[in-house]
């Protein structure tokens, strides 16, 4: 069964950085696009950055660029959103998502490509 598990969620202060993973279970990342996305209360879920297959391709909203960082390991089949700088209105619930299996190293920003979506992980910036 595919499965993805969000993790590294919490609250964290103005200007602080936090690390989110995406660990990918019952399928091989290699050949996947992995997006991640956020949802704030009110709100629709919007893009935050995607990475293709190999990770040689990435893809990050205007809103986060310079703030955040899209990595992955394959070989722990997790992929990484590494948040710097953070700000209270990057709170949100993120959630990953997969798109594949693929063979062109690409990814999308539109969120009705992605098949597989993890149940997603809660981050809050406040003092």
């Known amino acids: 069964q595919l499965q993805l598990v969000e993790s590294g969620g919490g609250l964290v202060q103005p200007g602080g950085s936090r690390r989110l993973s995406c660990a990918a279970s019952?399928?091989?990342?290699?050949?996947?696009?992995i997006g991640w996305f956020r949802q704030a209360p009110g709100k629709e879920r919007e893009p935050v950055s995607c990475?293709?297959?190999?990770?040689?391709?990435?893809n990050y909203a205007d809103s986060v660029k310079g703030r955040f960082t899209i990595s992955r390991d394959n070989a722990k089949n997790t992929v990484y959103l590494q948040m710097n700088n953070l700000k209270p209105e990057d709170t949100a619930g993120y959630f990953c998502?997969?798109?594949?299996?693929?063979?062109?190293?690409?990814?999308?920003?539109?969120?009705?490509?992605?098949?597989?979506w993890g149940q997603g992980t809660q981050v809050t910036v406040s003092s």
């Open positions: 998502a997969a798109d594949g299996p693929m063979l062109r190293n690409m990814c999308d920003m539109g969120r009705s490509v992605y098949d597989y």
């Open positions: 990475s293709s297959r190999s990770g040689g391709s990435t």
């Open positions: 019952g399928f091989s990342l290699d050949y996947y696009a």
